[in-house]
């Protein structure tokens, strides 16, 4: 059974940056896709980046399109975040997840992925 363990969230100040990782431990494979998503209280959980490990390939949401950046550490079987000019809305609690997804879904949908990890906060000031 994979397990998810987030970690690097805390407190910044706005145009700073912060990275977060994901250790992956358990059935990882070339076919899952892994991604990173975010919510804010009261506000529905947004998928922010993804990565396909079978072509490495990335998909990237509009709002942090430029700043953010995904990133894979095969060897250590670690997901990463690379966030930078964070904004106050970008605070959120953000979570790493893996799943496949089926023939005509899109990576933003939570419901396609099957494996969660506990969250890591992310809180940016102005």
């Known amino acids: 059974q994979v397990q998810l363990v987030e970690s690097g969230g805390g407190m910044a100040q706005a145009g700073d940056s912060l990275r977060l990782s994901c250790a992956a431990s358990?059935?990882?494979?070339?076919?899952?896709?892994m991604a990173w998503f975010r919510q804010a209280p009261g506000k529905e959980r947004e998928g922010v980046a993804a990565?396909?490990?079978?072509?490495?390939?990335?998909s990237i949401a509009d709002s942090v399109k430029g700043r953010f950046t995904i990133g894979l550490n095969n060897a250590k079987n670690t997901l990463t975040l690379q966030m930078n000019s964070l904004k106050p809305e970008d605070s959120a609690m953000y979570y790493c997840?893996?799943?496949?997804?089926?023939?005509?879904?899109?990576?933003?949908?939570?419901?396609?992925?099957?494996?969660w990890g506990q969250g890591t906060q992310v809180t940016v000031s102005s």
């Open positions: 997840a893996k799943g496949r997804l089926r023939p005509g879904s899109t990576w933003q949908s939570a419901a396609e992925y099957d494996t």
């Open positions: 358990g059935g990882v494979y070339r076919s899952d896709r």
């Open positions: 990565i396909y490990l079978g072509t490495g390939g990335t």
